[in-house]
């Protein structure tokens, strides 16, 4: 613990060269040409914990280095810093191999070993170690049993394991993302992993498609699609992609909210005039109900709190748009957000103490965070135009979009805005990222 | 430095992007065309089928006529405005007369937004705009149940440029007669 405070003293130290680092990660902006997300940190790797990440026993006669994978998590996290293990003789593949004392020289404060050998039935069996190096102590010693295609899931449960033995914090190396794509003409919803791996579209329209929003369970897809030429709210399987028109109301139908239990949605629908939330069945099921009355204002964008109890929403009732808080059973509506002239896209944190959201500063869109008991607010983000937050299941991360020049890039800002990351897709226009849940 | 840095990436993206334009043309994706049959209730399909066109023995549908007003479908406001300026009252007043004469007929208005705003906020912004036509035609003679207002925000600008010439041309109200 001592050392990960020391830590972010460092980091605050390095907030103010942030720009150096994303001058330096201008550069280190990826140059070969593909389809797929590549993700880079832009700051604050420089402070992070140190590890070391051992080739595991037998690992060159699997299709894929799970070692590569595991180490490449750790780095893009920005929370840790690779030890080079080359030299290391004999390398260890099991805790009681591994020399502790030949680490700490190398500046390593924990090693990830493991062995891989084949089992039964076209199966591997991964075995991983995780060791501190300064206690001397195995923090983790596991066994999976998978199959081949299995290996890259595994290696980021590794990663996530090792992730939260030394930071004390869930990993979400293991979770998923969407993101809209838009090349011409042509709009695409798309799924992959967290590092961008493995990406599939799962919808694709010649009309704009916005707000993908996962569901709690990550087996269902809320989005707005604009193929009848008006927006409708779908709800779509991941699971075998069948989908359906959940909110098709005469006007527009919009901003999907998903409650905490995945049983309800909370829609913005314009059939009753204006812009107004309303509560429905998840499945479509029974009547949207009107949540709330302000006649004349815009009320839209809704989010439910973790507990499920309240939600936060946009509204320009008081005459700008600002957040709000809205109790559902006692009916209550509390104003949140009194600085500024234009705060929208509420997204409370995973702990219901804080959350993130987008506000206007001279002109520039900014993602800022706000603490719900103190009411302070900071600036994740510069602009000019970033938007679309979406927060890690882990509280940890935000993922959002940012636009400049007409063309838009998701990056990611840690939540105390120390670690950077630019998240590359060299192809098309890539926006509006959902973070999907720890499963 | 950093502005030659910047043109450099500027460059290089450009290159990157056309470099990739290739290698993806081969899937030529086809649009997705599942039927739509599962509509909530949407009003959109209801009402007048066909064209919209009634009475008409001259020969020229005066929705498509370039030297009639009705022809002229799009109503432009200013940054961050719902107000419908007097410019645009004769084309309104056009449109909602036609209404009211033609009471099968039916149309869609669609607000839109320029890009400075976040999506969903700006589709509501889009709204109010299509909304304030609306109301300002059923003023003027047309029914309520004629027209359906809804919003495309900024997801399809008319300029795709980012200025302030771009900027008026996306906020405006696009008027839709059915099946156009």
Request: glycine share 8%.
């Amino acid at each position: 613990m001592r050392r990960l405070k020391k830590i972010h003293c460092f980091y605050r130290f390095l907030k103010s060269n942030i720009f150096i680092f994303l001058l330096s990660g201008a550069l280190l902006y990826p140059l070969t040409v593909q389809a797929q997300l590549t993700i880079d940190i832009i700051g604050g790797s420089g402070a992070a914990l140190p590890v070391s990440v051992v080739p595991f026993g037998n690992e060159a006669t699997y299709p894929l280095s799970v070692s590569t994978v595991i180490g490449n998590d750790l780095k893009r996290s920005g929370r840790f810093r690779l030890i080079d293990e080359t030299g290391i003789v004999p390398r260890p593949y099991l805790p009681e191999e591994v020399n502790t004392s030949i680490f700490r020289a190398r500046g390593a404060d924990a090693v990830v070993i493991g062995n891989m050998r084949p089992m039964p039935n076209n199966t591997i069996e991964v075995r991983f170690a995780l060791i501190d190096t300064v206690r001397q102590e195995t923090l983790a010693n596991m066994a999976f049993t998978v199959t081949s295609p299995q290996l890259r899931a595994t290696a980021h449960r590794i990663a996530d394991i090792v992730y939260e033995k030394l930071t004390g914090e869930p990993g979400v190396f293991s979770t998923r993302i969407a993101y809209i794509t838009q090349q011409g003409k042509q709009y695409m919803l798309l799924v992959a992993d967290a590092d961008g791996d493995n990406p599939q579209t799962i919808v694709t329209s010649a009309d704009p498609l916005i707000s993908p929003r996962f569901s709690p369970d990550g087996t269902r897809i809320a989005y707005v699609s604009f193929e009848s030429q008006k927006p409708v709210v779908y709800v779509q399987s991941l699971m075998n992609g069948s989908r359906k028109a959940i909110a098709n109301f005469r006007g527009s139908n919009s901003a999907p909210a998903w409650s905490p239990d995945g049983t309800q949605l909370i829609v913005t629908l314009s059939r009753e005039g204006g812009s107004q939330l309303f509560i429905m069945p998840a499945d479509g099921s029974n009547a949207a109900q009107r949540l709330m009355t302000s006649p004349g204002a815009i009320d839209t964008e809704a989010a439910f709190m973790p507990d499920g109890q309240s939600i936060l929403f946009t509204s320009d009732r008081g005459g700008s748009p600002q957040i709000y808080r809205f109790w559902i059973m006692d009916r209550r509506t509390e104003r949140v957000t009194f600085e500024g002239s234009h705060n929208v896209s509420p997204r409370p944190l995973p702990d219901g103490k804080g959350m993130v959201f987008v506000r206007r500063d001279n002109g520039r869109f900014q993602i800022a965070a706000m603490d719900f008991q103190t009411r302070q607010t900071m600036a994740l983000t510069q602009g000019p135009m970033d938007e679309s937050p979406s927060v890690a299941p882990n509280g940890r991360y935000i993922l959002y979009s940012s636009t400049s020049g007409g063309r838009s890039i998701l990056s990611a800002v840690s939540v105390d805005g120390t670690i950077r990351q630019r998240i590359g897709a060299l192809t098309e226009q890539v926006r509006e990222p959902a973070w999907g849940p720890i499963l | 430095m950093l502005r030659f840095l910047k043109v450099g990436l500027m460059v290089l993206s450009g290159i990157l992007v056309m470099g990739c334009a290739s290698t993806t043309d081969h899937e030529g994706a086809p649009v997705e065309d599942r039927p739509i049959a599962d509509n909530a209730g949407g009003a959109s399909t209801s009402g007048a089928s066909g064209d919209g066109v009634h009475g008409q023995n001259l020969g020229t549908d005066p929705l498509k006529d370039p030297a009639n007003i009705l022809s002229r479908r799009s109503v432009f406001f200013a940054f961050d405005s719902y107000v419908v300026e007097d410019e645009y009252r004769g084309l309104v007043e056009a449109h909602a007369q036609y209404l009211a004469a033609n009471p099968t007929a039916r149309m869609t208005l669609q607000g839109h937004t320029d890009e400075r705003g976040t999506h969903e906020y700006n589709l509501a912004l889009g709204q109010r705009r299509a909304d304030a036509v609306k109301r300002l035609m059923v003023l003027l003679g047309a029914q309520d149940s004629q027209i359906e207002t809804i919003s495309f925000g900024k997801e399809r600008p008319r300029n795709i440029e980012s200025n302030e010439i771009a900027w008026a041309e996306n906020r405006r109200v696009d008027v839709l007669y059915l099946g156009e």
